[in-house]
């Protein structure tokens, strides 16, 4: 069964510093990563994806993702951080292959970057 | 482009009434998604639409949840009647194809059930 496990409920950063937002899952086969940010009282936004190829991809908002098959990993990265990045950010994960596009998202880390 | 719209934003109804949702996804995408969304949790997938087709209905429940999708563009999610436990985010979802395509949310119905 596919799964997703995000370890910290919540990743406080001061502004400036580099962030990371773990993330692992489970899946059989190459799988489809995403992450998603949603604000207070808003839907999910699209930041970024890995299908193939680099293993490191750019999304929105100067964040960056990094796919680990190794370590069946995708941190979620930004060099440095902004008040504004706070927000709650979730990733998922699909199988390749299936026949429906259904995603399975982990249970979030709320991101607090401190002034 | 216009996003994903939603309504009504926010629903408050006492358990056993029924409630309904609707969703009118981006322009010229195929496949359209309902999520709930549960206080704490992640978003759970209950009906996928292809078109005006199902393609996975598999974690809805089909005692009280109904949905459909007529003519493959607007859908309308209904809860007959209401639980407590109903109580959460209903987002809706679209995409322009099936397979590796993103999905994009709308901002979401927050349910209330007293």
């Known amino acids: 069964a596919q799964s997703v496990a995000q370890p910290e409920d919540q990743v406080n950063v001061a502004e400036g510093n580099p962030l990371t937002v773990k993330c692992t899952y489970s899946v059989s086969g190459n799988p489809y990563l995403f992450w998603y940010v949603q604000y207070p009282n808003r839907g999910l936004q699209f930041l970024l994806k890995y299908i193939t190829g680099d293993n490191l991809v750019k999304g929105s908002y100067g964040f960056e993702a990094e796919f680990n098959k190794s370590q069946t990993s995708f941190h979620l990265k930004k060099p440095s951080a902004l008040v504004s990045d706070s927000a709650l950010y979730f990733c998922a994960v699909r199988a390749r292959g299936g026949a429906t596009n259904k995603l399975i998202f982990g249970t979030g880390t709320l991101l607090a970057v401190q002034p | 482009e216009a996003g994903v719209a939603q309504s009504p934003r926010y629903k408050i109804i006492e358990k056993r009434q029924s409630v309904a949702f609707w969703c009118n996804p981006i322009?010229?995408?195929?496949?359209l998604y309902w999520y709930q969304q549960i206080l704490g949790q992640g978003p759970k997938l209950l009906i996928q639409f292809q078109n005006n087709g199902v393609v996975d209905d598999s974690q809805l429940p089909k005692d009280r949840f109904s949905a459909e999708r007529l003519k493959g563009v607007d859908s309308t999610l209904k809860i007959q009647p209401a639980k407590l436990e109903d109580s959460a985010v209903y987002l809706c979802?679209?995409?322009?194809?099936?397979?590796?395509?993103?999905?994009?949310f709308g901002p979401g119905t927050r349910l209330t059930v007293l």
């Open positions: 979802a679209s995409s322009l194809e099936l397979r590796t395509d993103t999905q994009y």
């Open positions: 322009s010229g995408h195929a496949t």
